[in-house]
């Protein structure tokens, strides 16, 4: 059921943003009196799911759901039309129009994601705020993994700042050492303000790891004991924090799922606190490497910040973050092409998107997310690589400067060496879903 959830939002938020996509290439298109011979929603080889012709277009739903596209009149795209280019120019083709009007129809789709991108961040911001851990209120500090670890960070250091600058979001931590390539981290470690040099060569393995590599530290409290579990039958109790397990110390629960994962049905005994008196207890590990309780939530435990936005407040704050979503993912484009950090191994296809969706319906996370993939379609879209809309823009760039028009033919081979490329990555993407299937 959860999946069926997942892939109903993946494809709601496609159809959303892939229509508003190509109705930015066909306004302008129509605006300029360019015939449009089809507008579809995914795409259509061999047949369509659902199509209906009004005055020169054909308007379908495809049963292929990678995208979408407009087929415009004397345009070589993706159709590979070469017996229409075979034909003298129309007045009401594309080819026939000025480079300026044939660059506003190319960059319209780009334009409407990114417009489309910040209204949806403003409107979610507007509706429902924005909720966030301040990097102070991690009281407890951080708890790492060994990537971390290899850095100099310790489980429990209090992140102050980043390269000296301070990081007001505790969720932006990672990102700015990531991105930035950060040299130095400022930590509070037991009382004591110190500096962590981050050595050369580091970044790029965590970014290898594919995995958070720091997360807020929460103490093992117990807010709740599952009937007939071990936890129960040893005796603990709501209010409960474990100390330690078998000797081991476990300030952290992080550290009690750890331990119980390493020894599955082993016998346990638990040092807690409760009511300011330490006792011990005694438990058999579960074949699932756990005991049965859960702890007093995040939210609970640490303060989060929660800001409300009016109307007009909303609309800057909805283009800023726009803008840092943009920029975000443009330096993480970045590190795609540096081998060092193997971060192609971490692009993701269709089953990746589909799993950033909330497993189950929930609007708010649905459509700060639809905002997000609005500005990736925009970023790789106006990517300059024939067949996208970034490549169309290059060459008319070139005729405008130049006044030289690339001829049909040179078009015609740049469309397929672009529609190789896209095909290539796409076989990237969800190869690497597939490989992490298994």
Same mark, same amino acid.
């Given at each position: 059921?959860?999946?069926?959830?997942?892939?109903?939002?993946?494809?709601?938020? %496609?159809?959303?943003?892939? +229509?508003?996509?190509?109705?930015?290439?066909?306004?302008p298109a129509r605006l300029f009196k360019t015939r449009v011979e089809k507008f579809y929603l995914f795409f259509d080889p061999w047949f369509s799911l659902f199509k209906v012709k009004k005055g020169d277009t054909?308007?379908?739903?495809?049963?292929?759901?990678?995208?979408?596209?407009? &087929?415009?009149?004397?345009?070589?795209?993706?159709?590979?039309?070469?017996?229409?280019? &075979?034909?003298?120019?129309?007045?009401?083709?594309?080819?026939?129009?000025?480079?300026?009007? #044939? %660059?506003?129809?190319?960059?319209?789709?780009?334009?409407?994601?990114?417009?489309?991108?910040? /209204?949806?961040?403003?409107?979610?911001?507007?509706?429902?705020?924005?909720?966030?851990?301040?990097?102070?209120? *991690? @009281?407890?500090?951080? =708890?790492?993994?060994?990537? /971390?670890?290899?850095?100099?960070?310790?489980?429990?250091?209090?992140?102050?700042?980043?390269?000296?600058?301070?990081?007001?979001?505790?969720?932006?931590?990672?990102?700015? @050492?990531?991105?930035?390539?950060?040299? !130095?981290?400022?930590?509070? #470690? !037991?009382? #004591?303000?110190?500096?962590?040099?981050?050595?050369?060569?580091?970044?790029?393995?965590?970014?290898?790891?594919?995995?958070?590599?720091?997360?807020?530290?929460?103490?093992?409290?117990?807010?709740?004991?599952?009937?007939?579990?071990?936890?129960?039958?040893?005796?603990?109790?709501?209010?409960?924090?474990?100390?330690?397990?078998?000797?081991?110390? !476990?300030?952290?629960?992080?550290?009690?799922?750890? =331990?119980?994962?390493?020894? &599955?049905?082993? +016998?346990?005994?638990?040092?807690?606190? #409760?009511?300011?008196?330490?006792?011990?207890?005694? *438990? +058999?590990?579960?074949?699932?490497? !756990?005991?049965?309780?859960?702890?007093?939530?995040?939210?609970?435990?640490?303060?989060?910040?929660? &800001?409300?936005?009016?109307?007009?407040?909303?609309?800057?704050?909805?283009?800023?973050? /726009?803008?840092?979503?943009?920029?975000? =993912?443009?330096?993480?484009?970045?590190?795609?092409?540096?081998?060092?950090?193997?971060? =192609?191994?971490?692009?993701?296809?269709?089953?990746?998107?589909?799993?950033?969706?909330?497993?189950?319906?929930?609007?708010?996370?649905?459509?700060?997310?639809?905002?997000?993939?609005?500005?990736?379609?925009?970023?790789?879209? @106006?990517?300059?690589?024939?067949?996208?809309?970034?490549?169309?823009?290059?060459?008319?760039?070139?005729?405008?400067?130049?006044?030289?028009?690339?001829?049909?033919?040179?078009?015609e081979y740049a469309q397929i060496i672009g529609i190789i490329i896209l095909l290539s990555l796409m076989i990237l993407a969800n190869g690497n879903d597939i490989l992490r299937l298994f």
């Amino acid at each position: 059921m959860e999946i069926l959830i997942q892939a109903s939002q993946l494809i709601l938020s %496609l159809s959303i943003l892939v +229509t508003l996509h190509e109705l930015g290439h066909f306004i302008p298109a129509r605006l300029f009196k360019t015939r449009v011979e089809k507008f579809y929603l995914f795409f259509d080889p061999w047949f369509s799911l659902f199509k209906v012709k009004k005055g020169d277009t054909e308007y379908g739903i495809g049963w292929l759901p990678l995208g979408g596209y407009v &087929k415009i009149s004397g345009m070589i795209d993706e159709s590979m039309d070469k017996e229409q280019m &075979k034909q003298p120019p129309q007045p009401w083709e594309f080819r026939s129009k000025p480079a300026w009007q #044939r %660059l506003i129809i190319m960059v319209g789709g780009v334009t409407v994601n990114v417009i489309l991108g910040m /209204a949806i961040y403003a409107m979610v911001l507007f509706v429902w705020g924005t909720q966030y851990l301040p990097t102070e209120n *991690a @009281i407890h500090g951080v =708890y790492t993994d060994s990537s /971390a670890v290899s850095i100099g960070l310790k489980n429990g250091d209090k992140i102050l700042s980043v390269d000296g600058e301070k990081v007001a979001n505790f969720n932006d931590i990672q990102l700015k @050492i990531l991105l930035e390539d950060a040299k !130095t981290i400022q930590v509070e #470690r !037991t009382g #004591r303000i110190e500096e962590v040099i981050i050595p050369e060569g580091t970044i790029a393995k965590m970014i290898k790891n594919q995995q958070p590599f720091m997360e807020p530290a929460v103490l093992p409290q117990v807010d709740q004991v599952l009937e007939n579990s071990p936890a129960k039958k040893a005796g603990l109790q709501v209010g409960d924090q474990l100390l330690a397990i078998n000797g081991e110390e !476990t300030p952290f629960f992080q550290d009690v799922v750890s =331990y119980l994962q390493d020894h &599955k049905e082993e +016998t346990a005994k638990i040092k807690v606190l #409760r009511n300011n008196s330490e006792i011990e207890l005694e *438990a +058999t590990i579960s074949e699932e490497g !756990t005991l049965g309780f859960a702890i007093v939530p995040l939210d609970k435990q640490l303060v989060f910040d929660t &800001k409300e936005y009016g109307f007009f407040e909303s609309i800057p704050a909805g283009i800023h973050k /726009a803008y840092d979503s943009f920029d975000n =993912y443009l330096k993480q484009i970045k590190l795609i092409f540096n081998p060092e950090t193997e971060a =192609y191994k971490s692009l993701g296809g269709f089953l990746t998107i589909g799993k950033a969706f909330s497993p189950h319906w929930d609007w708010q996370r649905f459509w700060s997310f639809t905002a997000f993939l609005s500005i990736i379609l925009a970023i790789m879209n @106006i990517l300059p690589i024939p067949a996208l809309d970034g490549g169309h823009v290059m060459f008319l760039l070139y005729e405008i400067i130049t006044g030289k028009k690339p001829g049909d033919k040179f078009m015609e081979y740049a469309q397929i060496i672009g529609i190789i490329i896209l095909l290539s990555l796409m076989i990237l993407a969800n190869g690497n879903d597939i490989l992490r299937l298994f």
